[in-house]
């Protein structure tokens, strides 16, 4: 899931009279995001069964466009814009088998395990990058994961594209978007989606928890075929 740049600021309340503090965050989806890569499954045995293991190699990248910070109805001094973070959410962190360094207008940020704030990812990997809100940021990653059975990708971008191959003649396409191109033959599978900001139940920007993002998802299971 991601990435997605999260902002923190002070929320100024008040309780029985007295005058608080707390911290908030604003949370913004890239414009374009493309995701390509492939899958390398394998079979695993225990006993009479089989199970279905894979890597995967993932190129991610894309870009947020210049952010609308009047619309949040923050006072512009009560926005923390040094401390905005980029995250991207992993289910199974165990399943990285790389560092990952992420490319943020051309220069290079180690990314780190932890996301500051749980309103939207539970688990996952994160940058303090330099932002500038007027202006429009590049971003790309590798990823080399590995997991088990199924893939799932959410549709964060404004306008997002899913390239994926592998070696496996037995996927199921599944989630709430289907390919709009796909192929399945007895060497493997290659198939592609395009999902629009329009086709799901989350804003490109918002305040505070949304777990619509993470519960949006689409991607492919890898089947066992079962004979006689």
């Given at each position: 899931v991601?990435?997605?740049?999260?902002?923190?600021?002070?929320?100024?309340?008040?309780?029985?009279?007295?005058?608080?503090?707390?911290?908030?965050?604003?949370?913004?989806?890239p414009e374009k995001l493309d995701i390509t890569g492939s899958l390398a499954p394998e079979i695993r045995y225990r006993s009479i069964y089989k199970t279905i293991v894979y890597n995967s190699q993932l190129s991610v990248s894309g870009h947020f466009p210049s952010l609308d910070l009047e619309n949040l109805n923050v006072p512009a001094e009560d926005l923390k814009i040094e401390?905005?973070?980029?995250?991207?959410?992993?289910?199974?962190?165990?399943?990285?088998?790389?560092?990952?360094?992420?490319?943020?207008?051309?220069?290079?940020?180690?990314?780190?395990?932890?996301i500051s704030s749980n309103d939207v990812l539970a688990f996952g990997i994160s940058i303090t990058p330099e932002l500038d809100p007027d202006k429009e940021h590049n971003f790309d990653f590798e990823l080399n994961l590995n997991g088990s059975s199924s893939l799932r990708f959410s549709p964060v971008g404004k306008e997002t594209?899913?390239?994926?191959?592998?070696?496996?003649?037995?996927?199921?396409?599944?989630?709430?978007?289907?390919?709009?191109?796909?192929?399945?033959?007895?060497?493997?599978?290659?198939?592609?989606?395009?999902?629009?900001?329009?086709?799901?139940?989350?804003?490109?920007?918002?305040?505070?928890p949304n777990p619509e993002v993470s519960n949006s998802v689409f991607g492919v299971d890898l089947l066992l075929g079962v004979d006689e």
């Open positions: 991601g990435p997605i740049l999260s902002i923190p600021y002070t929320h100024n309340f008040t309780t029985e009279g007295n005058s608080e503090q707390t911290i908030r965050y604003a949370h913004f989806l401390d905005a973070f980029l995250s991207v959410g992993i289910s199974d962190m165990t399943g990285i088998k790389d560092f990952i360094p992420i490319h943020w207008d051309g220069r290079e940020y180690p990314a780190n395990p932890g594209t899913v390239e994926l191959e592998a070696e496996w003649d037995n996927p199921s396409f599944t989630g709430d978007f289907l390919p709009i191109e796909r192929e399945v033959n007895r060497s493997g599978f290659s198939a592609e989606w395009e999902v629009l900001h329009l086709n799901r139940n989350f804003p490109q920007q918002w305040q505070g």
